[in-house]
């Protein structure tokens, strides 16, 4: 009796075992889809296979040897309608072209909780990924390349989260959309070790809470990172350079912590704007066309440990008062003339980034020539000692003289050394 129970257990084991389904070439995987049970394994074989797939159940889909999806141009090549679905190994490709029905290569719907897309080609659509009210998706190691020729405005986005918590994003390629990651109203994310360039904007972040962004590059694009309507943010170790506005824009953003990151060789390195209580340490700025572009009100932020170097303007600053940077460790300004009499590594005399000197070279760039000619610094020091001719300006009492990144200059001119 007790080996026939055994035998019994082990045979009810058995049928509760996930299966491995098997597509090959010339075969449909939809009629496959629709008769695999939850857990179960749906394995394609290299080919081409027609899309508009929907997966509605908990099932894996998985490439063997990469086979490509083709949407065939018409709405998305795969829909996600169920929870703990993975998609792995593929080539999906061309989506729709609708940017009213968002048509993507993957479409996750609402409900579609814990979706794995990793290791995926998804190429020629429309929208790469479309992440809609599905909580802690992971998606990594994907390639995601748009519809190139297309003008941006009719480009759809890399990955788009709408409406989502926890999500991983990481160690994604996204290039040639409008916005590389587009994040609207998703919560407790992580962004890390993603490439994005040649787009609109590297990563474009609306009313979203609590996110990390760290390791990321963001390169070749409009704007490289834009935080908009945001708090408790961290932004580190990133690296924002060549893009052609700004590298990274703070906007209307509290309660976040903008550390370690490298911005350089933008138009704009900062654009900061209505920003409070947030906190801005050990950056290089180094090589952009503006530093820093400070305006609305921006004031109560921590700004120390950070070395602006060889920017041509290093802060262009908009505001009614004198707004005070600086701290325990001292921002490095290589503009700075002062000197440093006790050898403390902080200097004596106050830096000032938009002194009448600064305003001349703004209003007349071939003035640049003359920095270095004693009639210019004698200008300078007149300034500092006429408060009528000044304006307000970003201060810091004793900035410190030397960088604390010793490698700053692998970052000059970095955007012409690199292909495109």
């Given at each position: ?160 989260l709408y409406n989502t918590t926890g999500a991983r994003i990481e160690r994604n390629h996204i290039s040639f959309v409008r916005d590389a ?38 390169y070749l694009n409009r704007g490289g990172l834009a935080l908009m309507e945001v708090r408790d943010q961290v932004v580190r170790n990133n ?182």
């Amino acid at each position: 009796m007790k080996r026939l129970l055994a035998v019994m257990a082990l045979a009810l084991g058995c049928s509760a075992q996930a299966a491995t389904w098997t597509v090959r070439p010339g075969e449909a995987i939809q009629p496959v889809l629709d008769r695999a049970a939850a857990g179960d394994v749906v394995e394609v074989h290299s080919g081409k296979f027609p899309g508009n797939l929907v997966i509605a159940r908990p099932v894996t889909l998985r490439g063997i040897g990469k086979p490509t999806i083709s949407g065939g141009m018409q709405g998305d090549t795969i829909r996600v309608k169920s929870a703990d679905v993975t998609i792995e190994g593929l080539i999906v490709r061309d989506s729709g072209d609708s940017l009213l029905d968002q048509n993507a290569g993957i479409y996750i719907t609402p409900g579609s909780h814990r979706a794995v897309i990793r290791r995926n080609d998804l190429v020629y659509n429309l929208f790469g990924l479309w992440i809609e009210k599905a909580n802690d998706v992971r998606v990594e190691d994907n390639l995601i390349v748009g519809k190139r020729e297309y003008s941006s405005s009719q480009r759809g986005n890399g990955i788009q989260l709408y409406n989502t918590t926890g999500a991983r994003i990481e160690r994604n390629h996204i290039s040639f959309v409008r916005d590389a990651l587009y994040v609207d109203v998703s919560h407790d994310a992580i962004f890390r070790g993603n490439r994005l360039h040649h787009s609109r904007y590297g990563t474009h972040y609306m009313n979203s809470y609590r996110n990390l962004w760290e390791d990321n590059d963001s390169y070749l694009n409009r704007g490289g990172l834009a935080l908009m309507e945001v708090r408790d943010q961290v932004v580190r170790n990133n690296r924002a350079w060549g893009n052609s506005d700004h590298g990274i824009m703070l906007r209307t953003l509290q309660d976040s912590r903008i550390e370690n990151n490298v911005v350089a060789g933008n138009a704009r390195g900062f654009f900061i704007y209505d920003v409070e209580y947030a906190s801005l340490t050990g950056n290089l700025i180094v090589d952009n066309r503006v530093g820093v572009h400070l305006s609305a009100g921006s004031t109560r932020n921590q700004v120390d440990g950070n070395d602006f170097i060889g920017n041509r303007e290093q802060v262009r600053y908009v505001g009614s008062k004198d707004e005070t940077w600086g701290g325990p460790q001292g921002n490095y300004w290589s503009n700075y003339l002062g000197w440093d009499r006790d050898g403390n590594g902080r200097g004596d005399v106050r830096y000032e980034a938009n002194d009448l000197v600064d305003r001349l070279v703004w209003r007349h760039p071939a003035a640049r020539l003359l920095l270095a000619s004693p009639a210019v610094q004698a200008l300078r020091l007149v300034s500092q000692q006429f408060p009528v001719l000044r304006v307000p300006s970003v201060v810091e009492p004793g900035p410190r003289m030397t960088p604390a990144h010793k490698t700053w200059s692998d970052w000059n001119e970095r955007q012409h050394a690199l292909p495109h």
